[in-house]
């Protein structure tokens, strides 16, 4: 009996016979491809990759890359192609067990990119530290902070007592709301009682899945206070990225000594990679130093969200891409990131501390716990987690990453591809179901309005559904929304707060051409055109784990 994959399975084979129609590009890509990878497997393999899929459980983490033949868009952190200056840099790399010469090169190149006080002028200050990737920074920073805080308060005979309804009221509804679910999360994956629950709150503009979950895995409340403008879904707002310096500073006052860190993500992965503004960054510190809380990126993107500020806020337009990145890294006190993306690398992360700083007036014994912590889990801080040989290609990879001519192809080819996207999808009043405006590094399709009008309910999880029929098609997208930030409690699913429900597409760096990317559109419009064919899904497996999207297994419901 056909089951529904074969149905669009058809659809993909007429779509694979269209002729691509020439486009009218003017400018050429900053670069040529050296070096191209011919794909062993062909878009015509619709049974063979069913068939996989079904083996992985419908998981799309789970599926051999190497048998996609068309993009893999899963995500843009380590996937970027590196250019041959960096290829050339690689084999150059000194392997010597400490003190290779790409520590030293590494530590210019950070002062040149992210401004000179980022290196301590003291030798015997260790203030930046090297590690594998970025989780492995957040892992370390939260695990060192919160045994800081634990020591603090016991040495001063303090007992913080856990955060209850009772301790919120003068806090607004939003808030109170956000914080009771966030304990209630943290209470149950952590399998405490409420009498050992969370004492402290990080506030972010929206924090990164795997960020989140390791403030929460250190019993702290992660919480979510992004601008009213994304919460409102203003697609004519350049700064969705934004904090609520409204909501920080109810917060602050409810409870600085509760604060130990404000953080702010750039650009914005989980709320639709929208940047963060001048101005906001430059509140936000404003307010920082009046309450005496330290600031901290989370700087993936950091160069990304620079090229916005430089596009989109008055005074920037005639500013250096490096001046606007300098000067965003004025406004904190320290930094941890996944070079996976701007580092334009296949591995690395790093923390950086500034050894003048409010972080470091409230916690002088940081870099010290953090040396040991570094030593114990990766390697000695002259190289981390990484080899010789990568910090080598690292150090070119951020000399790259801020040329004007670099940013603009890579943003604009994913604008192009939002657009085309909004061209193919777009209904009678000219709404399509794409976050706008369009962010850095990826297309959110939105997933509300994409199933809006079908007999939908959220615990049907169509967008498993949908993704896993596209990777039938050929390309892998990844959902980013009820089922990656919901959870089941009680038997019942509580869908995530703010309420977050989309498909991710993002774009690997220098990997793909527009031609590609419109295929992938050209595929989404196949079962945008037929989404009311696509089935609900049953999980088999994993629905009440942590992070359950990367393990759980699942089958459509026929
Ligand atoms: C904003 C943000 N923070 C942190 C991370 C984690 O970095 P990594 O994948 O290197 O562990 C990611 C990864 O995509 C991210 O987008």
Known sequence: MPDISDFFISKFRNLSMNIPAPSSYYQPRPYRNAAVRLRNCSLLDFEERKEILKQAGLNVFMFPAHKIPGCDLLSDSGTTTMTMEQWAQMLLGDEAYGSNEGYFELKDQIKDTFGENWISNDENIQNWFIFHQGRACEYALFTVLSRILKMQFETKKISFEPITDNLLTNLSVKLKQRISKNIEKILDTLEISKKNGPAFVIPCNTYFDTTGANVEHRNIIPLNIPCKEHEDDDVSYNFRGNINLEDLKILLEWGKERIPLIYL??????????????KNIKETSKIAKTYKIPLFFDACRFAENAWFIKQYENGYESKKIEDIVHEMFENVD????????????????????KDESIFMEKYPKFLEKLTDHQILTEGHPTYGGLAGRDLKGLIQGLKIVIRQEYLDHRINQTKRFGWKLIELLKGKKNEAPVLQPIGGHAIYLKMDDFFIGTDTKDTDFKSIALTALLLIGGHRLVELGLYSFGKLKNGKEIPPDPRVN?????????????QDLFSVAEAIKVLYDNREKIPAIKVTYGQDLMLRHFKSRFEFKS
């Open 265 to 278: 993500t750039i650009t914005n992965n989980a709320g639709g990679g929208q940047p963060v503004s001048m």
């Open 334 to 353: 320290g930094f941890h990131i996944s070079f996976k993306k701007d580092g334009l690398v296949n591995i690395g992360g790093a923390i950086l501390i």
């Open 502 to 514: 989309y498909v991710r597409a993002a774009i690997p760096r220098l990997a793909y051409e527009d």
